[in-house]
Every structure is written in C-alpha cells, then in structure tokens.
C-alpha cells in the first residue's frame, strides 16, 4: 500500500509541474493573457498560499512514503511471506551465504555479493575476481545456477529475477590447458 500511495503522489507530482510549465509556456507567447494571470494571482493570495501548502504536503508524503524501514538495530532486513508466516533475513546474512558460494569454484579468487530487493522477488549481483586461463561464459553461467539453486533451496526465496556477474579481475598466469578442466 505504502508503494501504491508513493507512486500515486509522485504521479500526481509530476503531473502538476507539467501542467503548470505548459501554462507557463502558453501564457509567455500572449502579453495579454500573461498580465491577466499575475493580476489573477495578486487578488487570490488565499488560494496561493492554500496552493503553496498543498505542493508542500504532496512532496512531504511522498519523501515520506519513499523512505525506507530499518529494524531498530539499524539493520536492512529482507522479509518475505512463506506458509502463511513472514520470514526475514538479514542482508548481511544473505550476502555472506551467497559470497561462501563462491568458495566451491576453484577459479573464483574473491566475490562481493550484491542483494537488491524488486518487489516481491530479488536481484543478485556477483562482483568477482577469477584466476586466468577460466573458462569465464561456463563459470559464469555455473555460477549463477548454483546461487540461484542454493538461495531457492536454503533461504526459501523463490522468486529470484536476475542473476548478474561481473568479472572485476583476472588475476595470476593461465595454467597449462590441461589443468583448466580439473578446476572448474
């Protein structure tokens, strides 16, 4: 609900300040209709001044509804529904499950996880450092098969949109091409 009310003043935000710039372009083109309307404004300082607290209390919904929780702790907490009951995890803890992931892959010298929480389902970035002479496109795509099985599998989180690598380094010297398949 909190979403639905943030995007319903944000729209109707958006849709003020294009209606009051394309007036604003309009009355710039006619002198006469220009002067009418500061005239206007002048003989209905009430109404401005309703109108200014009006525009000041949409931006302070939507700043607000826009905010989002942390747990007293100061901790982001990513909690989603399972069985009827509301299951929360804390980032941290889902970020070092995933990064311990990265330890079954001989070649993965390092690797950051990333969480970043879509709706109801969830996006993963990998950012990694891999040995040289890696077969990187198989790495990448085991890689992101086995975090999506063991987040599915161990967390309960079903809904996992995309999983992203990015390979940030090659580090070492290529070992000889029969020692990369014995790695992976």
């Known amino acids: 609900?909190?979403?639905?009310?943030?995007?319903?003043?944000?729209?109707?935000?958006?849709?003020?300040?294009?209606?009051?710039?394309?007036?604003?372009?309009?009355?710039?083109f006619n002198q006469?209709?220009?002067?009418?309307?500061?005239?206007?404004?002048?003989?209905?300082?009430?109404?401005?001044?309703?109108?200014?607290?009006?525009?000041?209390?949409?931006?302070?919904?939507?700043?607000?509804t826009g905010i989002r929780r942390r747990s007293p702790d100061g901790e982001e907490y990513l909690a989603y529904r399972q069985n009827g009951a509301t299951v929360s995890i804390l980032m941290r803890a889902v970020n070092e499950f995933i990064a311990k992931i990265g330890d079954e892959f001989a070649a993965i010298v390092s690797m950051k996880p990333t969480i970043r929480p879509r709706g109801r389902s969830i996006d993963v970035d990998l950012d990694i450092r891999v040995q040289a002479g890696t077969q990187i496109p198989e790495l990448c795509q085991l890689l992101q098969?086995?975090?999506?099985?063991?987040?599915?599998?161990?967390?309960?989180?079903?809904d996992i949109k995309k999983v992203r690598v990015h390979v940030?380094?090659?580090?070492?010297?290529?070992?000889?091409p029969d020692e990369l398949r014995e790695d992976m």
């Open 145 to 158: 098969e086995r975090v999506r099985d063991s987040v599915r599998e161990n967390l309960g989180l079903a």
């Open 32 to 64: 006469a209709e220009w002067m009418e309307y500061i005239d206007r404004l002048r003989e209905q300082r009430g109404w401005g001044s309703l109108i200014g607290f009006v525009w000041i209390a949409l931006v302070a919904v939507y700043l607000i």
């Open 168 to 176: 940030k380094d090659i580090v070492g010297d290529a070992p000889p």
């Open 1 to 28: 609900m909190k979403r639905f009310i943030h995007f319903l003043v944000g729209a109707l935000i958006l849709a003020i300040i294009v209606g009051q710039g394309a007036l604003l372009i309009h009355l710039s």
